[in-house]
């Protein structure tokens, strides 16, 4: 039989090795997230110059999508350890 001290340190350890197993796979996920793939166009530079509400809704839009982004990667991996 195990001592009561044993199974405590193995749940620990398990518990610390899925944390970083997880850890790795949510940083990799945001690394992958792609950057603009170029400068951005005459034409948008435009529109967003001297635009705050145009600025304002460029940028959230961006955050929403990098966050999707990174969500479907991280939810993808997780998926894909079944």
Do not use: C, Y
Request: aromatic content about 2%; cysteine-free.
């Amino acid at each position: 039989m195990s001592d009561p001290d044993d199974i405590e340190r193995i749940i620990e350890k398990a518990k610390r090795e899925e944390r970083e197993r997880i850890k790795t796979i949510a940083l990799r996920a945001i690394s992958d997230e792609p950057e603009l793939p170029s400068d951005m166009p005459d034409e948008a530079w435009e529109m967003l110059k001297d635009n705050r509400d145009n600025v304002e809704e460029a940028l959230r839009s961006a955050v929403r999508l990098t966050k999707s982004g990174i969500t479907d990667r991280f939810e993808q991996a997780l998926k894909g350890e079944k």
